[in-house]
């Protein structure tokens, strides 16, 4: 029965999925409650989107769980139950029956006095991995004068910019793929760690063996896995009040720490390839309406696609564009799609192609259609960025509402549906109305460098504040509790960061410069500027920059709009831009201690130091 379990597993790494399926098949003839082929079948069905037998197998994994007759992997359980209290029962019977029970964990020691809190994070996908993609500015960021940041990778090295980058994104980058989980965890002890945080939970090549040995005070679930791990030694769950409510707490044993805007951490620094394709390049046609879905082929269910070729029936012209992720799901689907009466060649399959090329391509599609029980994740956020709107329809788990909770965060409310048939009609609408969808994508494309979801400073400032009460809660002595982050408003995270902040003064004419005195300004100018000045008050960075722009093109060298555009620029994280405006507003007035500091700040931030110190002294005299 092994042989060909494993056997299977090796053909799944391979992607061979109707070879593994046959060899789990003989598994199950062998040894009928064998749950592990069980799931790699039920898997396999799923990656093939061989619905034959989807309601049956649904049942079926959802009666094992509950009556605990075989242990279901919980990744796997998340594409067959939106169920949070099922969620943790299968979370519950899987840890204790997948754990050797010869390890007994290791206690954490004492960890040494330090002026910084020691977090870790620790994961296989330091790499060309959705993770690392939205984390890898995060791990850039931390404060070093509070935190002192550590990597635990047990993943491959794949020689990719982004592994490069992680690297040097962590004081302390410890590759330890070749050590057991003891040793691992005694590395984390011995370090004097405070805070570690799993970035993995059941996902694929997960070690939770790592954590069980308790090698840190405090013990943390993060992005990886959206859903309880059931295990005693994971104390605090980073998530928001959309994504996981506060009356969910009694199915998750970890406990529930609430940040303001968005559970998902993004970068802000990915950038699309910058070579435009065309439709005909993506095999799409020129004219007519694309539907969207770059989710995994796993995630896609019967009822959802039903709904889509109906849309598909109701749209004339329009294609369904999704993920080719393997021949026969490719061939199955298209299958299906016959079957409902629509034309399997207006379904069109998208290679894997690079992470910038793949940003690039979202530029082509009209409308993102997400799934359910298991939502767009990372891909939420990839189409967010490239300013494709997304709808989605927002279930009961923390997988089946981590959509909502981005679009919460980017200002899209209005996009999440709580049901199949109001999905289904505002897809139509959406579809049917172009002035309706064009001023959702004018929408997000003005929320995006001012709402919360990319402001990877602000998440930053968060999940700081989180780590550093879960400390306190430990040093204290008292058992973890829930929590939630105080938010900060747009004025507080201006004045976090300090050179963010606009003297009302600082646009009011008129002061001298190198042109002379600035008091023949133009109406249009003058009003211009008191916008743009209004609106970064606002949070409208968008918006006020557009504002300078418009004064700079009627007037080249105008101090107060190269200045408040360095504001804006910076508080976008352009910080290099911002250092490239500032000096040009300074060559216009030379006197301006204001924009000398903002200008330190800017330069201090990229590590420019000398230039920062020379910067402040010309602030102060």
């Not at 969620?87 to 020691?109: D, G, V, Y």
């Not at 550590?150 to 050590?179: C, N, Q, T, W, Y």
């Not at 891909?379 to 009961?396: E, F, H, Q």
Request: charged fraction near 25%; hydrophobic fraction near 40%.
């Amino acid at each position: 029965v092994d042989a060909y379990s494993n056997r299977g597993n090796l053909f799944i790494q391979q992607r061979r999925f109707k070879d593994a399926l046959a060899s789990y098949e003989r598994a199950i003839a062998i040894q009928p409650d064998h749950s592990v082929s069980f799931v790699a079948i039920a898997d396999a069905h799923r990656n093939l989107c061989d619905w034959a037998a989807f309601s049956t197998t649904t049942a079926s994994f959802v009666d094992r769980v509950q009556l605990k007759k075989s242990s279901i992997a919980p990744f796997s359980f998340l594409m067959f139950s939106d169920s949070p209290q099922k969620q943790l029962l299968c979370a519950q019977n899987f840890w204790p029956k997948n754990n050797r029970k010869s390890e007994i964990p290791w206690i954490h020691k004492s960890p040494r006095k330090s002026k910084r809190l020691r977090i870790a994070y620790i994961s296989a996908d330091f790499r060309n991995h959705p993770m690392a993609f939205l984390m890898a500015e995060l791990f850039e960021r931390h404060d070093r004068d509070r935190f002192e940041v550590f990597a635990f990778s047990f993943g491959p090295d794949d020689g990719s910019p982004m592994r490069r980058r992680l690297e040097k994104a962590f004081d302390h980058f410890i590759d330890v793929r070749d050590a057991s989980d003891a040793d691992v965890a005694r590395q984390i002890a011995e370090l004097g760690v405070h805070v570690a945080i799993d970035l993995m939970g059941y996902t694929k090549h997960c070690r939770p063996g790592i954590l069980a040995h308790r090698p840190a005070p405090v013990q943390v679930n993060y992005l990886g896995f959206p859903g309880t791990m059931g295990a005693d030694f994971i104390d605090y769950i980073l998530v928001d009040p959309f994504v996981v409510p506060l009356d969910q707490q009694p199915f998750f044993t970890e406990k529930l720490v609430h940040l303001p805007d968005c559970y998902q951490v993004t970068d802000s620094k990915r950038e699309p390839a910058g070579r435009t394709a065309s439709r005909a390049d993506c095999g799409l046609p020129e004219e007519g309406f694309v539907f969207c879905c770059f989710n995994n082929n796993y995630k896609i269910t019967p009822s959802f696609f039903e709904v889509w070729m109906r849309l598909l029936g109701a749209v004339p012209g329009s294609v369904l564009w999704l993920s080719r992720d393997n021949d026969t799901a490719e061939g199955n689907l298209r299958r299906e799609a016959e079957e409902r009466g629509v034309d399997p060649e207006r379904l069109i399959f998208a290679p894997r192609v690079e992470y910038a090329d793949y940003l690039e391509r979202y530029k082509l599609a009209d409308l993102f259609l997400d799934t359910l029980p298991y939502n767009a994740g990372a891909t939420a956020s990839d189409a967010l960025w490239a300013g494709l709107p997304i709808l989605t329809c927002a279930g009961r788990s923390f997988a089946a509402r981590m959509a909502g909770s981005l679009l919460h965060a980017v200002g899209l409310p209005e996009l999440i549906t709580t049901n199949l048939e109001d999905y289904e009609a505002l897809a139509l609408k959406l579809a049917s109305e172009p002035e309706v969808l064009g001023a959702l994508r004018t929408k997000l494309a003005e929320n995006r460098d001012t709402a919360p979801l990319f402001d990877t400073d602000r998440f930053r400032r968060h999940v700081e504040a989180a780590y550093e009460q879960m400390w306190e809660t430990w040093e204290k002595g008292e058992a973890p509790k829930p929590f939630a982050v105080e938010p900060q408003t747009m004025k507080q995270s201006v004045n976090a960061r300090g050179f963010l902040d606009v003297a009302p003064d600082s646009l009011t004419p008129p002061i001298s410069t190198a042109e002379g005195p600035v008091n023949n300004d133009t109406l249009s100018v003058r009003r211009a500027r008191s916008r743009a000045f209004f609106l970064v008050r606002e949070g409208e960075l968008a918006k006020a920059a557009r504002e300078c722009e418009a004064v700079l093109r009627e007037k080249t060298n105008d101090f107060h709009a190269l200045h408040l555009l360095g504001v804006i620029r910076a508080r976008q994280g352009h910080l290099e831009d911002a250092v490239s405006l500032f000096s040009k507003a300074l060559k216009q007035n030379g006197n301006s201690a204001e924009a000398f500091r903002n200008q330190g700040m800017a330069l201090a931030e990229i590590g420019r130091y000398e230039e920062a110190i020379s910067s402040y002294e010309r602030a102060i005299t």
